[in-house]
């Protein structure tokens, strides 16, 4: 008896644990939708990319700074949606 009650223990938890993730989960997609849905946050990204498009014909950019650059913009976009 005591056995069993350990294994319905168990069960409770684990079901828990992934009722827990798809909640997590749910938010995480939601959070990606209202990022890539933001007019905002696209016209960001295609003047970075013009720029960065037009800066590569004059010279070389490495890949470090072009990546920091993203970054920024994908920091920059998320401050922005969440605060202002």
Do not use: E, T
Not at 29 to 41: A, C, H, I, M, T
Not at 43 to 67: A, E, K, T
């Amino acid at each position: 008896m005591i056995y069993l009650k350990l294994i319905y223990l168990k069960l409770i938890c684990y079901i828990k644990w992934l009722l827990g993730g798809i909640i997590l989960l749910k938010r995480i997609v939601q959070g990606l939708k209202s990022y890539f849905s933001d007019k905002k946050n696209r016209i960001v990204h295609i003047v970075m990319g013009i720029s960065l498009l037009i800066g590569s014909v004059f010279d070389s950019i490495s890949p470090y700074l072009r990546i920091g650059l993203y970054a920024g913009a994908i920091s920059f976009n998320l401050i922005r949606m969440r605060y202002f």
